[in-house]
């Protein structure tokens, strides 16, 4: 029986990557693949790309007010569908996700963050954490060198934590950092420690 | 550095069963712990019981207006705090969790259900999902086999998708049944196969 | 397609507590499961015991020239097969629980040990580590809060690293203790902290 | 307290591009790493390279009668140490990464298969299952979609179960394909389904 994935990580982790490599695996298989991304992702344009110089073409840039049950009933010879950004779905996007694997019996691997800058979760995101038939970390460090789970904004190099939810990393000179909570709230609380990049 | 764990998994997959053999390891070196429930858990009282028959008390039986924080300063001398039906607490305390492990240092391992009857979130749950260092699944299986993930309610033996997100497992002849997602729509949707229990 | 598990922890992590469980959860759902073990093992003869109280008597006593395969072959109406203390069955008897998931579609669940007290794997176990579809640890902790992984032997309250690679558990003034690499090695090297039980 | 892990998978899994995706992850943080790999590997020299095309220098080839220990010693501002192909390392050099951990607190990261194509352990994998802090795999599938365990040979593009442990992929007209157990003794046993590759 088909599954609903959900890959989590902080940002730079390596989501896109491991999309890419795992993509790769079916193919070489000989098997069938579409990647879809949402269109509010505008990193890249209809391109992912891994920091590791890998990238790939999009198939669907999904809009937020799209059936991606559509999408899959127009491909339902393929055998996984991968969504990367997922965070930026709808969450009724998510409860389709779900159908996918139920009526058609298509594996669906989604590759995303949890939380956002000030630690409140992507409504998509959330949807996934609760309905996902298996949550999986893919984890990076802080720069202590723990486990790092949250995503610190920059604007201009300095933090902040006002802002809108959505800002794409690059844009508008906005960087993000992920941070282990510890961290994350001592650098919140002005006590930033040198950033050793 | 002490973590916020999320330990998840359907009606009757064992929570409690693992949350007292975790205990009693803990106990079994000489190590303090607590077990703390959300008062709104009206099962058992302060007990919490085992399916397989073992019990224990519980330590403290949280309001939903009190600071788990101030549980825990008022018990710095413990190796490990455990949440039962962490499902039942308030968000705001879920953040609270995290700020033990932060501030304390004290590991925090809460058990739980994702989702209620209508496959929406416990806000506690989903805010741990958001936000504990680490998510672990524990398993157990539907009728048909597959992984269990929804808790579908009956109610005098009947499936209902309709009621308030709370009504305790054995009070007001409302019982549930552990499901993966297949079987709970079909049931929903009337093509509910003979139960096997 | 069914899968064969290994479960691994350290000593008094928990295993048999785990096993009842997941037993008792699929005999829950009204289908039907075995339990064997390994006639090697002397403790609480053909009874499974866990610390928390609960026990269960095993159906299959097995020994080390014994064919698993044929045990199998005499109960294809079960829904699963579970194996506790698999560490002192013999390898071979290993590709036969892998054939058993293959050729007769029936999950195999092992519960055991990866090492002895010298650190040297279990035959049985090693051959588990090697071929199992899932390998899944079973967490408890060390007297210093690490992780445990080895099992260190005493003989009327003395640490040991000569002897028999089986010596149970209570017999013959033996007990165990699980440690993390650095206690264990810490340990031999006659520098033990204090017992904290 | 630093941990060896090992990082399991089938023959094309991704390992070495999940290692290259890791190593870039501590470096962009500022870290130190060091990579090694043993001499016995010929594949690609002194680089590793990944099937989605990022490649890396290794910092250490080595040998079988080389001590790791020592190389440890020499490089005790690292950060974190990663193996790569570490099956063909020798046993006795894996209870030395576990010494690097607890000695000089050093976290050691091994990537490699866990089987040879006969499903008979790699020495210093079957060393590793057994001692390792941690154990995780890394997933591929197998030409049926089940998942992948087993490293089947190929020479001249033909089956076989016959030969040297180490032969190493690309030489001598070997090639290998990851497989189910299922699908590995089927074709063993002449009921070869036609490759979909």
Known sequence: MAKLYFKYGAMNCGKTTILLQTAHNYEERGMKIIVVKPSKDLKAG????SR???????????KPDESILEIAKD???VDCIFVDEVQFLEPKQIDELLKI??????????????????????PASTRLLEIAHKIEEIKTMCRCGAKAIFNARFVNGKLTNE???????GFDNVTYESMCPKCYYEAL???VKKLTK
């Open 46 to 49: 209809d391109n992912i790309q």
């Open 52 to 62: 590791l110089g890998a990238e790939r073409k999009v198939d669907y840039l999904v």
């Open 75 to 77: 491909n339902l010879d």
């Open 101 to 122: 694997t139920i009526i058609y019996d298509i594996p669906v691997i989604c590759y995303g963050l949890r939380t956002d800058f000030k630690t409140n979760g992507f």
């Open 163 to 169: 802002g809108d939810q959505v800002a794409i990393d």
């Open 189 to 191: 609380n002005g006590k």
